[in-house]
């Protein structure tokens, strides 16, 4: 999932530089969704990986 962010996050840049604004706009959101779903996910693996300790 971090991977995908990171990849999105890298052709949000190479178009920005471009001058791609909307491709770069859809790339940019796309790479901040997977990056808070990641995080989101986890601390919940860490939350739930301490319980069953």
Request: no cysteine.
């Amino acid at each position: 999932m971090l991977r995908w962010a990171i990849i999105f996050f890298i052709i949000a840049v190479v178009a920005a530089v471009l001058g791609f604004g909307g491709i770069a706009g859809a790339a940019s959101t796309i790479a901040e969704v997977l990056a808070v779903i990641f995080l989101v996910l986890f601390i919940a693996s860490l939350i739930l990986g301490r319980r069953r300790i």
